[in-house]
Structures are given as C-alpha cells and as structure tokens.
C-alpha cells in the first residue's frame, strides 16, 4: 500500500504503550519504521525489553526496537513502578522477548531515517518522555523540517498534572526535551490528560478485550486490570485513562478528536510548576500557535477502533 503512513513510535512501555503499539502493527495504514525506547515509566534496560515482548505478543517480531537515552537531558530520572509494576508490564506473564535490540542507537536511528525519507513523510508518535527527540533535533537540526508532524501524549491544563498538581508524567520526567521539540518549528498534535481522562477503561471496555479469545486481547486484558487499579482508587472512576493508544488511534481517525491550534510552552524553572504545560487555550497571549492541542474524544468510537484492530492480531 502505498498510501500507508510511516511512523517511528518512540516510548517507554508501559501497558499503555504496549495497547498503543499493538494498535500501530494491526493497522495496515501504518508503516513501522522502528520502535525507539525511552527511560521512563520505568527504567530503559527494562522499556527496550517491554517493548521487545510487545512485538512478539502481537506476532511482529520482524519489527525493529532501538534502545535510547537512559536518562533525561537534564533532571534525574523519575519512573512511574507504582502505576505499572516494577516490570512496567506487570500484568499479563510474557515471555521474555528472542527478538534481538537494534545495534544502532536510537538517536542516530531517527536522524537517519528522517535524513533518508522522503522529506514530510514521517510521523514520530512520541508516548513517554520526549528525551530520544530532543536528542535527535539537537545533534541534527536538518531534521526537524522534514518531520512531517510529531504526534505525542502528554501535558494537561484543564486536567491539571498527574504527578505533580501541576505536571503530566511524560513532561515532567523531560521538562527540557520537551522544550525543545515544542519550540523546533515542527507540525505538533498534542493529546493531554484533558482529553486521555475521558478514554476510560470500563470494566464492559476490558471485557471486551478478553472476549477476543486470543492472546493478544486475553494479555491486553490482563494489562488494563492491572494499570487501571492505581487510577481507580486516585480518581474514583470505573476504570483507568487509556492515554497512549489516543496517539495511533489519532492517525488511524482523526475524527474521533477535537481540539484547537494553541500556544504550548513547557515550565522548566520553578520546582513547584517543574514540566507544566501552559497551554494558551483562549489566545489571551501573543505567543504564536505552536500545536494542535486536543481536548475532546469520541470514546466509544475509540474503544470500537482498538477492539476491532487489536482482533486482527
């Protein structure tokens, strides 16, 4: 197909993330290029394994997974073992992944292949903290105009933070980076906690997954029960915020977002807003518009899609 739309997924798994990567290998409009691990939810050592068992699970062992940055560009590194298990997977049992890591650095991967592609015909979808691009504009900023957009999650402003009452995780582990991308001049969609927070992971949602009958949606299953159990007791709701997967799903069906060009800029100097993402929602500032920042989603549109790809595997 030539029509098919090449991405780099960049992330930091996560069960989130491993629902977002099965959804981009079961989707035949997506063109893989390669899967870049992130120190982040939990440390890099174990996102480029979980992000081997990923592939595996969904029978894409061909795929490749590059390892990355270990550590933020500035900061200590902060992970989320409380949200995701100390294995960031925990969950399902997978096994431990026989497909081999990529040689070749993660950084140097992105570079690379946006050196070599066509100019604006590669998507990154960013799903943890943003350090592997930060590290990629600044060592080859030829780079960034040929980046055809940067779909990412992460911020919030009407949601607030969710690690800090001011910071969304994926900002706050890589205030810098995300500075960085957000100032290179790239096309950006931006999905926050303002529009993840209404992606809820009902206990019908998950049922669903399991009814699949097969391994994938049995493992994906077993994952949510697991991720959703730390947001329940945190926001009393009947199941856990999806956020990841909204990136694939963006590129999949646009139209099951809404949202508006704003100016984002990222704190990076007071300790007590330390990764905010101040979003001009109502254009009071004369900042120019540097994102499409989403805010509203169809989820049971949303639900259906990953269903429906997430069964193909």
């Not at 960049?10 to 290029?33: C, F, K, M, R, Y």
């Not at 030829?142 to 940067?150: G, N, Y």
């Not at 890589?174 to 096309?187: E, M, N, Y």
Request: charged letters at 25%; hydrophobic letters at 45%; a negative charge.
């Amino acid at each position: 197909m030539s029509g098919r739309q090449k991405v780099i997924i960049d992330t930091d798994p996560g069960q989130d993330d491993a629902v977002a990567i099965l959804l981009a290998l079961a989707s035949p409009e997506l063109d893989v290029l390669g899967i870049t691990a992130v120190a982040g939810n939990v440390p890099l050592r174990l996102t480029e394994k979980n992000a081997r068992k990923i592939c595996e699970l969904a029978g894409k062992p061909e795929t490749k997974v590059f390892s990355g940055a270990a550590r933020p560009l500035v900061r200590p590194l902060v992970t989320a073992e409380e949200v995701h298990g100390k294995t960031g997977l925990d969950g399902p049992n997978l096994p431990e992944p026989t497909m081999p890591l990529q040689t070749q650095h993660a950084v140097d991967f992105i570079i690379e292949t946006l050196m070599t592609e066509e100019p604006g015909t590669v998507t990154l979808c960013p799903l943890g903290p943003l350090t592997n691009i930060a590290l990629a504009l600044i060592r080859e900023p030829r780079i960034a105009p040929r980046v055809k957009q940067i779909v990412l999650m992460g911020g919030g402003f009407f949601e607030g933070g969710n690690v800090t009452p001011a910071a969304e995780f994926n900002i706050y582990v890589d205030p810098h980076a995300a500075d960085v991308v957000l100032k290179a001049g790239i096309p950006t969609v931006v999905m926050p906690l303002d529009v993840t927070h209404k992606a809820l992971t009902t206990a019908r949602r998950v049922a669903a997954f399991r009814e699949l009958g097969t391994r994938v949606g049995i493992a994906t299953a077993e994952m949510l029960e697991f991720f959703e159990r730390f947001d329940e007791s945190k926001y009393g709701t009947d199941g856990g915020p999806l956020h990841d997967p909204c990136v694939i799903a963006y590129l999949l069906k646009p139209q099951l977002f809404k949202g508006r060009e704003c100016n984002v800029v990222v704190e990076t100097a007071s300790e007590l807003t330390m990764g905010m993402t101040v979003i001009d929602w109502w254009g009071v500032t004369k900042r120019p518009r540097n994102a499409m920042v989403m805010r509203d989603i169809d989820h049971d549109g949303f639900f259906e899609l990953l269903v429906e790809r997430l069964g193909r595997l």
